[in-house]
């Protein structure tokens, strides 16, 4: 995906994120809602994308050219402005090619992609470790994710 306007699929929202000590019950609508898979998160990296004059497909291509573009980038305090959107980039990604896989809030607005009944990607602390530390790859990660959908499947 190089522009969020060329997809078929409108942007959705995410739910409001849990309080820690506190719930509010409501009860269950009569229609279960749709998870939402399309939620955007990334024009400040599909800019950056642009800027250089590439492009920023939503595949493994797509994780590796950010991949290319965290070990390559000097500026580490510019591109720690850009981990959110990475995640973003990266659970956009899960969500449209993760069979099932869709978008949930957990603790205090952190953004999760529920890939398989019992596990959860929880994608800006992704972004945030191969920032940091280096490793996982956002592709080795990837893998690691259709290894344990494919062993739970």
Same mark, same amino acid.
């Given at each position: 995906m190089t522009d969020p306007g060329d997809s078929d699929e409108p942007l959705q929202q995410l739910p409001a994120g849990l309080p820690r *000590?506190?719930?509010?019950?409501k009860p269950a609508p009569a229609e279960p809602a749709i998870p939402p898979t399309n939620v955007g998160g990334y024009d400040d990296l599909l800019a950056l994308f642009r800027s250089l004059g590439k492009q920023l497909p939503r595949s493994k291509e797509g994780l590796a050219a950010v991949d290319h573009l965290m070990d390559g980038h000097t500026d580490r305090a510019a591109l720690?402005? &850009?981990? *959110? #959107?990475?995640?973003?980039?990266?659970?956009? &990604? &899960?969500?449209?090619?993760?069979p099932g896989a869709h978008w949930e809030v957990v603790v205090e607005g952190d953004p999760c992609v529920r890939v398989t009944r019992g596990t959860a990607v929880s994608v800006v602390y992704v972004a945030e470790r191969r920032l940091t530390v280096g490793i996982p790859t956002l592709q080795q990660n990837y893998a690691h994710v259709l290894e344990i959908v #494919? &062993?739970? #499947?």
């Open positions: *000590r506190y719930a509010e019950y720690a402005k &850009l981990v *959110r #959107a990475i995640g973003m980039f990266y659970g956009d &990604l &899960l969500t449209h090619t993760v #494919a &062993l739970e #499947a």
